[in-house]
């Protein structure tokens, strides 16, 4: 008989495995725990498969995934179901989020399941919702806040319920502010950063000394990443500077199309879709200078990885700090600008001045291995998951 302790049991809630922000955190940091200490599975409720590009990295680290089940595992979980009536309330509960993971009633048999382990870690608090009715407490509960307020059309913790303990990890000290006004404003919060194995990441930055300049942007296209104000700021580059705008990313570009139309830049704008490797996308096409999104400092994993390759950024900033501030703050690697014109004409000074560009790029490069680093936050989420599980060995 082994006298080893055993190992924390660790389910992950997430809706898709699909290649994005909260996937690629799942990923990383599945990859960095402990295994010795961490059993780690997976719950997605969307038609998870090869197709999906998470799916395929964490079944090659050898993670359960549990998505549809059938025949004799669904036969065995049968019997956990909860009754009927229980099911309708679930269902009314979930609202649009059980769109998201209608899947778990018919498939997964929810109780049961859960109860299998130690702590339950939520990434995007629409998956708690999902199954925020069907959980006793929170006592085994955390959950992972990987999106900012702004990117939803709606509130979105007005759904948290009063006299429940809530404990949030967030990337972002702005997120803890956002939780003001809801049922989670005294919930413990605890700081765990987007971040990645960085061993072996190059710099690769060496744009093409003539030819029209390339912005790059790396985002889906969706309503939820607010693109509309570079899309602005792109129109009026272009009528300074000899530039066209690489748009990478999946989504529906139709409405995102129309605002090029009645910019009259969509014969600037080229569309190469999703880049399922970043790296190659970025030694292929060498942009001059990429434009993302950031909340003051706060920046998401496509910043990350391009900046490791020290690929030069500017960001249009919906946060509140003055750019002063956060260039401070950061060494100069996160230059934010809160309106279009600064962002135009900031662009167009460093398009000018090459080699300004390339220390820029350098300057971000040491700014994300010093604090992006998934070696340095590990411990972090380690140490929560053993605050609140059980004792080990028991």
């Known amino acids: ?51 999906d590009f998470y799916y395929r990295k964490l079944r090659a680290l050898g993670v359960p995934i549990h998505t549809r ?52 870690s939520f990434l995007q608090i629409e998956a708690y919702y999902a199954l925020q009715s069907v959980l006793p407490d929170n006592e085994r509960v955390l959950i992972h806040l990987m999106s900012h307020r702004f990117q939803y059309d709606a509130p979105i913790y007005d759904r948290l319920v009063s006299g429940r303990k809530y404990r949030f990890l967030v990337f972002d000290e702005n997120q803890i502010q956002e939780l003001r006004g809801s049922a989670g404003e005294h919930g413990e919060t605890t700081i765990v950063p987007l971040a990645l194995d960085l061993t072996g990441r190059e710099s690769l930055y060496d744009p093409p000394g003539s030819g029209k300049k390339r912005i790059a942007i790396y985002s889906r296209i969706d309503p939820s990443r607010r693109l509309e104000p570079m899309m602005y700021a792109f129109q009026g580059l272009a009528r300074r500077t000899d530039a066209e705008l690489w748009l990478y990313g999946r989504g529906d570009a139709t409405a995102l199309g129309n605002l090029l139309d009645v910019l ?79 962002l135009v004409d900031w662009s167009a000074r460093m398009l000018a001045d090459q080699p300004a560009l390339t220390a820029l790029g350098q300057r971000i490069r040491e700014y994300v291995r010093a604090t992006y680093d998934i070696e340095k936050s590990a411990p972090i989420l380690a140490a929560q998951y053993e605050r609140i599980g059980p004792a080990r060995g028991t």
């Open 264 to 342: 009259r830049i969509r014969d600037r704008v080229i569309l190469p879709g999703h880049q399922e490797d970043l790296e190659a996308s970025l030694r292929r096409d060498q942009p001059h200078l990429v434009w993302m999104i950031s909340i003051d400092g706060a920046v998401g994993y496509g910043t990350v990885e391009v900046g490791t390759f020290g690929v030069p950024m500017a960001f249009f900033n919906f946060g509140g700090e003055p750019e002063e501030v956060v260039r401070a703050r950061t060494n100069g690697a996160i230059n934010t600008f809160a309106s279009v014109p600064e």
């Open 69 to 120: 089940l059938s025949g004799a595992r669904l036969a065995i979980l049968q019997a956990m179901l909860p009754d009927r009536r229980r099911l309708r309330e679930v269902k009314r509960t979930i609202g649009r989020a059980g769109a998201a993971l209608g899947e778990l009633e018919r498939s997964l048999r929810l109780r049961g399941l859960l109860e299998r382990f130690d702590i339950i």
């Open 1 to 51: 008989m082994s006298d080893a302790p055993r190992r924390l049991r660790v389910l992950f809630v997430i809706p898709s495995l699909a290649q994005a922000g909260a996937e690629r955190y799942l990923y990383e940091y599945t990859r960095a725990l402990d295994p010795a200490r961490f059993e780690i599975e997976v719950l997605t409720s969307e038609g998870t498969g090869e197709a």
